[in-house]
């Protein structure tokens, strides 16, 4: 025969406990005995305790009493019960139905080894929000209970379910199982003792069941802050991982017990940096400082453990089943990052729902579980799959450039790219370094892509080859998805974002960036769409897509200082048009546009002593590392119409004619006509600094700004493209133009996609090439002693020196005094036209040891070496001539430098980009504490009567 003991322990509760005693006194099974506990409450708990239980039924504890404490105490002054006594745990803010008790019941009689029993929870405000089935833990110590957020009770998880835990609001227990556990630790006075309690149950070989025939619904006010916890001065958040770290560390046994410190101190300090980048330094203090009182006190930890020996080896298989599956710690880390990047601060999923567990393979002590719902949804997506086949084709297509690049003894390189070679290390030196000693030495600032490179070549282990590989040869993938997830919000039709994502990936731009190895603009196009989205983001007058823009902009003028040019003229028209329109307009441009100039400004400074560089892009600009014209001189009007840059590498001009038609008939339709004229705007902005720049330096690319131009014209049609669905739905003649436009439409990307693949992606760039300084001269030369190339084209000769190796990305836009170069050029002309061995002398003090000439050499070039008595013919072949300076060479020292002025911006730039990080970075969106507003006070005047009135239509809830 069962008899039953309520026990409900308040604490400043009298908003909901209320209700909650009149659903306790009202169960279809009565109980036998109950008992109040008011711990120190100051809102008259105590009073509405002694009003329905009568004043021998309540007992008065101290204020910082804790929940467990207070039941331990009802319990040692009450005697046992006669026959199987059970105890019935209730929160004050819990209200249970009718029935609850009673269901409860019968699932105990049901199941003998059933210790601990809880109820369905729902939410106190919604009731149809499911909050707890039972309840699990993560192995960092993250509470699971397996629901999505605000998942609705449609009968989907009921039954009677075996689980790991189950809440103290509601939970039922038997007395014996209880006085055999010592209950609840009272070293938890708050948040995850139920946890720690079920844990130690099933250890002991009993069953924690979750009832969904007994329901309760449960306010959570401590966990909710809707009150203030006595029992603690630390913040909830703190408490509840704590308490969560401490109760995972106290059960494991010994080698999961170290594979949980490692994971959660990893972890701790991921979602602490997290927290610092969403602006969140409070939370990011609440769980460094958990993890830390946890460990840092490990007698205690010590303690815990030992009272917990018993069992808890034995008892681990069953409990390993129950926790989260190491799948569902994937979605929750995506969902975090996620969260993160919307703007939401770091947040924690529900995960998977605890039966999956069950359902979890072990090997060797670890389960395997894939979260294939995940896999689908990912792999489902447009934008992935997408992806996917541009990643295919650009594989294809660079079929000849692979072997060369993952073999070891090739470098990537080529048009506009210098070969690769060195690592991050290498350009970081190259960076900070106030004198450079590459070729003839150089005082100038090193351009800031070096950094930027730099830091990408970090991110690939320090390997400069492979973050060059990913951005150049992947940049048809990366601008499609960057294409696609930026245009999210501007284009709601998703097959119009896939069409204009795929055709903007292969642009004649694009597909012209690798096979002319032009570095700077693969960085631009993928930067471009992310660009456009800040910028609307930036017209509607937000600060951080400010910062955002700035921070990006910043990166792409760093490489092509024209795409800041662009930018800075679309920004003034975007600020004439709407500065005096919406507020903020012009703070948000001056923000974005200003932000490279601060922390680009002594390079810019650089640049703007000689404008013609504006032009240009980092790398090579036909000089003497790379064979063959890169640009073709006063590009013909066809090409510039069909946003063709010229150059290798791109479509005949015909391939993007089904985009220029599908734009042209954008005008056609009548909604969303100023779009249509901004992105039309645009691309005739573009196309007319593409003519510019065609015209006026024969070494610089109208690559960027026809990109620009397809940017306007692709968000031009794209808008339309929902109607072309409408009229496809329509019939008749409308439908039959409907399927020719999209016919039209689609024919561009799966054009040049074909034309790409078929004709190859390795002319001029190579991933082949070799070592540009011959082995015998890097072992030969003294250090600082350099390698003079020299490479006849076209009736000149061009010319490389180098010292001790192959020059790294950077050093050829170093610019060198200008008498030196004057000297040298003269020097380097004497001598291959073998005009006298002064010529050689000059060379010689400059610390020119050797001189090479890879490939065949020309017969004139190899008779003018011959003839300087001063050089020594070291070997000569169908790869390549070398030749050795007898005389003696002078290495020249470095000159004086203003280092303290160069390390000082180095610091002050360093501490920019920090400042500006933080202010780009998405903060969070604190949610409002729920609000009684028909409570709120009302303003006087009629502000505060309308505010009343709208008030009063609001729903009802719990203020905080």
Request: glycine share 10%; aromatic share 6%; net charge positive.
């Amino acid at each position: 025969m069962h008899s039953v003991t309520a026990i409900v322990v308040a604490h400043d509760g009298a908003r909901w406990l209320k209700e909650t005693l009149a659903a306790v006194l009202r169960q279809a099974r009565p109980l036998d005995r109950v008992v109040g506990v008011d711990n120190g409450s100051r809102d008259g708990s105590g009073a509405l305790l002694t009003e329905a239980f009568g004043p021998g039924n309540v007992l008065a504890l101290p204020r910082s009493t804790g929940f467990g404490e207070a039941v331990h105490e009802v319990l040692r002054r009450l005697p046992p019960a006669p026959g199987e006594e059970w105890v019935w745990l209730l929160h004050d803010d819990c209200v249970p139905d009718a029935h609850a008790l009673q269901a409860l019941l019968w699932a105990a009689e049901q199941d003998p080894k059933a210790a601990i029993l809880g109820p369905k929870l729902r939410d106190w405000l919604d009731r149809r929000v499911l909050l707890e089935m039972g309840v699990t833990v993560s192995r960092s110590g993250r509470r699971d209970t397996g629901l999505e957020p605000r998942e609705y009770d449609q009968g989907q998880h009921d039954g009677i379910a075996d689980v790991l835990s189950v809440s103290t609001a509601g939970m039922l227990i038997r007395r014996d199982v209880w006085d055999e556990l010592s209950g609840l630790d009272t070293a938890l006075p708050l948040f995850r003792d139920d946890l720690d309690l079920c844990w130690r149950a099933r250890t002991a070989g009993h069953r924690v069941l979750n009832v969904s025939d007994a329901v309760a619904w449960h306010a959570e006010a401590s966990a909710r802050r809707r009150r203030r916890i006595a029992t603690s001065e630390e913040h909830p958040r703190r408490l509840d991982r704590r308490n969560g770290l401490f109760v995972l560390m106290a059960n494991l046994p010994f080698g999961a017990l170290v594979r949980s410190v490692l994971r959660n101190v990893f972890g701790s300090v991921l979602r602490a940096l997290l927290f610092l980048l969403a602006k969140q330094p409070a939370n990011a203090l609440d769980e460094l400082a958990a993890l830390g009182s946890v460990i840092g006190h490990p007698m205690r930890l010590r303690r815990a453990r030992k009272a917990r020996k018993q069992g808890r080896k034995q008892g681990w298989p069953a409990i390993r089943r129950k926790l989260t599956p190491p799948g569902a710690a994937f979605r929750r880390l995506a969902d975090m990052v996620q969260g993160f990047l919307a703007g939401a601060g770091p947040v924690d999923s529900a995960g998977r729902h605890h039966a999956a567990a069950d359902r979890a393979q072990e090997d060797d002590g670890d389960e395997l579980l894939t979260d294939s719902g995940g896999v689908q949804r990912v792999f489902s997506s447009p934008g992935v799959a997408l992806f996917l086949i541009l990643t295919v084709i650009t594989l294809v297509a660079e079929r000849t450039l692979l072997p060369g690049l993952l073999s070891s003894d090739g470098h990537l390189g080529g048009g506009a790219l210098v070969p690769v070679t060195g690592g991050a290390s290498d350009l970081w030196r190259l960076y900070v370094e106030d004198h450079h000693a590459a070729g003839l030495g150089s005082q100038t600032w090193a351009p800031p892509y070096v950094a930027v490179l730099a830091g990408l070549s970090a991110v690939a282990l320090g390997k400069t080859w492979l973050a060059v590989a990913v951005v150049l040869l992947g940049c048809v993938p990366l601008a499609g998805i960057s294409a696609y997830a930026a245009t999210k919000r501007m284009i709601s039709y998703a097959p119009a974002r896939v069409w204009l994502a795929a055709t903007y990936a292969l642009l004649p731009v694009a597909t012209g960036v690798v096979a002319g190895g032009r570095l700077g603009t693969a960085i631009v196009i993928v930067l471009l769409p992310v660009y456009a989205a800040l910028a609307t983001r930036v017209m509607a007058g937000s600060r951080r897509a400010a910062w955002g823009l700035g921070l990006l902009l910043t990166v792409g003028t760093a490489f092509v200082p024209l795409a800041y040019v662009l930018v800075a003229i679309l920004g003034g028209l975007a600020a004439v048009s709407f500065g005096g329109i919406r507020r903020g307009v012009r703070r948000s441009l001056v923000i974005g546009l200003g932000t490279p100039v601060v922390l680009l400004f002594p390079w810019l400074v650089q640049i703007a002593r000689e404008p013609g560089r504006i032009l240009l892009e980092s790398g090579l600009h036909e000089s003497g590392l790379h064979v063959g014209r890169l640009t073709t001189p006063r590009l013909a009007a066809d090409s510039l119409l069909m946003l063709s840059p010229g150059g290798p590498g791109v479509p005949p001009v015909w391939a993007t004619a089904g985009l220029i038609a599908v734009a042209l008939a954008a005008l056609l339709l009548r909604r969303h006509q100023m779009i249509v004229a901004i992105g039309w705007g645009v691309m005739l902005f573009g196309l007319l600094v593409a003519i510019v720049v065609s015209r006026v330096d024969d070494a610089a690319w109208p690559g960027v700004p026809l990109a620009f131009a397809a940017t306007g014209l692709l968000v031009a049609a794209g808008h339309q493209a929902h109607r072309i669905a409408e009229f496809r739905a329509s019939g008749g003649l409308r439908r039959l133009g409907a399927m020719l436009i999209v016919v039209v439409a689609f024919a561009t990307p799966l054009a040049a996609a074909a034309l790409w693949v078929t004709r190859g992606a390795d002319d001029p760039l190579r991933s082949d090439l070799s070592d540009p300084v011959p082995v015998l001269a890097e072992l030969q030369s003294e250090p600082g002693e350099g390698t003079l190339l020299l490479r006849p084209k076209d009736g000149t000769v061009g010319y490389t020196l180098m010292r001790g190796r192959g020059p790294l990305i950077g050093e050829s836009d170093l610019t060198p005094p200008r008498e030196t170069t004057e000297r040298f050029t003269t020097a380097v002309a004497g001598l291959a036209s073998g005009r006298g061995s002064t010529y050689v002398q000059t060379l010689a003090a400059s610390g020119v040891r050797f001189v090479t000439v890879p490939g065949s050499v020309d017969p004139a070039l190899r008779r003018a070496l011959d003839s300087q008595p001063a050089l020594v013919r070291v070997s000569l072949s169908e790869t390549g001539g070398l030749w050795r300076v007898a005389g003696q060479v002078t290495v020249p020292p470095p000159p004086a430098t203003a280092g303290g002025l160069h390390r000082g911006w180095l610091w002050a730039q360093g501490g920019l980009l920090v400042l500006v990080l933080i202010l780009a970075s998405p903060g969070a969106r604190t949610k409002e504490p729920d609000v009684d507003y028909a409570d709120a006070p009302v303003e006087e005047g009629p502000r505060g009567r309308r505010r009343a009135k709208e008030n009063k239509g609001r729903k009802d809830r719990v203020p905080a």
